[in-house]
């Protein structure tokens, strides 16, 4: 639970800080005009919470891994 509340503070302090520089590197790589530059601090969030939620899964399959050894070593 501490890593999902750091991950969080982290990505807002993220999207406060660096959506300038997202929104910069989305117009040159997208294109659009003024009228489109609200849309790309959200996709700049969506894929960072893409990136958190990867991270997210490998540790609880690496939990669920490690339980099963444990319940494993136990029976035995």
Same mark, same amino acid.
């Given at each position: 639970m501490k890593k999902a509340f750091i991950a969080m503070i982290l990505m807002a302090v993220f999207m406060i800080a660096g959506g300038g520089i997202i929104s910069m590197v989305l117009t040159s790589l997208i294109g659009g005009g003024i009228e489109q530059?609200?849309? @790309?601090?959200? @996709?700049?969030?969506?894929?960072?919470?893409?990136?958190?939620?990867?991270?997210v899964s490998q540790s609880i399959i690496e939990e669920i891994k490690d339980l099963k050894k444990l319940l494993k070593n136990e029976n035995r």
């Open positions: 530059s609200y849309i @790309y601090p959200i @996709y700049g969030g969506i894929i960072a919470l893409t990136g958190v939620v990867v991270g």
